[in-house]
């Protein structure tokens, strides 16, 4: 059970927060394109979701997984979008990424008015609650049960 | 959405009187530093933006409210939901257009006028433009452009406090340029 790594894209598309806590592996371009190449990614999933979907949606795109890492996706009316990566042990990171957004996002980047979120979060505090908020994931140690 | 089952949703009360006595004293204020109504209004709407951007985001984390799929359930979420969450008041929505894209919000009263009265030469002066701004700042947040102003006013005489709310058009989303 891990955490490997969390983004958070705003509506426009520019990566506000980026953190990594287990990350084996690189992906060997520039962190900027890396941010680039994952919100694209995002932007094309949500619009094949709702394209190939037979019904009508509520959330859409919740979350894919691969032989290694599952990818969690949260988004906001507000167009917010939060994106975990885990291992395939975290079947539902929903209400974590929805504690994120609703105690950490908005309590300490929205209601402070002298953070301003884009272009990127300067706010120490939001920076540090959220690194002990996914460290003490049940689901973060490698280790744990 | 079992989401919020496990978050208790209450929001902070507090006493409504000191909220419409600062609200006051910043009209007051502004009045004192612009001496031309038109300009405390635009003002008061500027700041009501900058509000309402950060206030959506509170709004959408402390209700379970989705996306709208109809500007007729916008119109009920900011009703039902949103005016009694921030102000305790629950304005009646009416006088739909025939299109569905125009509707009033009819206010019995305004919390932020309670104990308002405007001098005669303020006629001009439209008391709780900082609404109008708010409604559209956080609108704008959930890719709605919307006209919002008021239409009747209590404290200008009408016997009715009237904000009508125009849907212009939806914000489409687009891929940041440079991306491949």
Redesign the interface.
Known sequence: MTVHNIYIFD????CLYYNEWNRKKQAGISKEEEF?LM??ML?SIRSFVSKMSPLDM??GFLSFQTSKYRLHYLE?????KLVLNTDLSVNSA??TL?HI???L??ELV??NPACSPAPSLDSELFCSRLDAFVRSLPFFSPRAA | MSRQSNRTTDSKKMNSELFTLTYGALVSQLCKDYENDEEVNKQLDKMGYNIGVRLIEDFLARSSVGRCQDFRETADVIAKVAFKMYLGVTPSVTNWSPAGDEFSLILENNPLADFVELPDNHNTLVYSNLLCGALRGALEMVQMAVDVKFAQDTLRGDSVTEIRMKFIKRIEENLPAGDE
């Open positions: 509506r426009n598309g520019s680039k919100y694209g932007f509520k959330d906001t009316p507000s167009g917010l929903r209400e929805q957004y609703s105690n996002y908005v929205v209601k």
